[in-house]
């Protein structure tokens, strides 16, 4: 692990215990299947996004739901409702509108729950956790001078997934994008194909720079993050969510705890003491955090370069 990875927070335990209508006529619907719709706030966003930096940057597609075992492994058994997930990672420029509106954007009681969760939505004693104003905002994108996706002004990367946002930050920006962030198993089952079981998203394939952006050396060399889908097709999952593997690492909504018998629509809602999750490893790191059965924990306020995150929106 590199770029101040905390073995207090890492835990790394391969198969073991551990409706939004479709958007007005006129705009760009990129060519994702099934149900692609974009996102309501994304007016402003051009479609930069894909391999052919053509597509909607906000879209989005259905994940039928179903039964599967959570780390590919049958002691941990789950069953997710059907849902949407954004197609990339939140983008720059999409971040950009967000930050443009704080701290008007910032969420209100109870909004950006999973609506057959109870108590998921935002907690007001979390408002201390966010930024006071834009401009602290603006400060806390800059983590990283080297990785940092972020600049003031758009500078030729908001296609590039946004970077340096804490999980505060990241519940925030899907609340107001009216979506939420996905839960744990959600994130899972999406990326291993349902009760496919992929060993990757794109399937069994080993993990290559053909598929997914991982494995560069951060102590000596400063590496560019491509923009959101550099590797689609290829590496894309079963629902064509691009950039599951590799990238960023993406926050869910649980807290990280250890995995415990049968889920049925459910999210660990419990801080344990180990920070929230996240899961699909990142571009600073090696090819094992690639591996949907690769799970980490971070405490939620911090924000590093190798984090981002993707929502979650329901029927």
Known sequence: MRMGESNRVVVF??????????????????????DVFVVPRCEQ?????????????????????????????????ATVADFQLDRF???????????????????????????????SGWDPAWDASLPAGQDELRASLQCDSNFRTWTDEPAGNEAAPINCV???????FCAWDE????????????????????????????????????????TTTVCPIPSVGSKSPAGD????????????????????????????NCAALTDGGFGR?????????????????????ELPERALSFYGFRCARDE
Do not use: M
């Open 13 to 34: 335990r391969p198969l073991a215990a551990l409706a939004i209508p479709l958007a007005a006529a006129g705009a760009c619907i990129p060519d994702v299947e099934p």
């Open 45 to 77: 966003v051009a479609p930069t996004c894909g391999p052919a930096a053509d597509e909607s940057c906000c879209a989005a597609g259905e994940v039928v739901g179903g039964q599967f075992n959570r780390l590919n492994d049958v002691r941990y058994p």
């Open 89 to 119: 990672e939140a983008t720059v420029g999409r971040f950009r509108q967000f930050v443009a509106g704080y701290p008007a954007t910032r969420p209100k009681a109870g909004v950006g729950a999973h609506p057959l969760i109870q108590g």
């Open 166 to 172: 804490s999980w505060y930050l990241a519940f925030a």
């Open 179 to 218: 979506g939420r962030l996905p839960t744990e198993a959600e994130w899972n089952y999406a990326a291993v194909g349902g009760n496919d079981h992929r060993a990757y998203p794109w399937g069994d394939e080993a993990p290559s720079q053909d598929l997914a952006v991982f494995d560069c050396d951060t």
């Open 237 to 264: 999952g079963r629902w064509e969510q691009a950039d599951l593997a590799g990238s960023l690492f993406e926050w869910v909504l649980d807290y990280h705890a250890d995995l415990t018998g049968t889920c049925t």
């Open 277 to 297: 999750g996240s899961r699909g490893g990142a571009f600073s790191h090696t090819e094992e955090t690639l591996s949907p059965t690769y799970r980490i924990g």
